[in-house]
């Protein structure tokens, strides 16, 4: 769909494989998933096919953030 290359702030579209969202490392999640809900937008426009949306999280950290803060121990 031409749609390679195209960016939102960090987040970019693969040249590769227009199929992937690649954070250069200045993305946010919001500015992630903005690029792949207007990517979906454009496709039905263009198409009339609704994309689903499949997520997969490369490179984040191997242990999950901990919710709330951490407070040290006094």
């Excluded at 250069?24 to 207007?38: N, P």
């Excluded at 937008?41 to 609704?50: K, P």
Aim: hydrophobic content about 40%; charged content about 25%.
């Amino acid at each position: 769909a031409g749609l390679g290359g195209i960016r939102l702030r960090g987040a970019r579209i693969s040249e590769h494989d227009a199929n992937i969202v690649e954070n250069d490392g200045g993305a946010s999640a919001r500015d992630v998933l903005a690029l792949a809900a207007w990517m979906q937008e454009r496709i039905q426009a263009r198409t009339g096919l609704q994309l689903t949306l499949r997520l997969r999280a490369v490179g984040a950290a191997e242990e999950p953030p901990r919710r709330g803060p951490v407070h040290p121990s006094t």
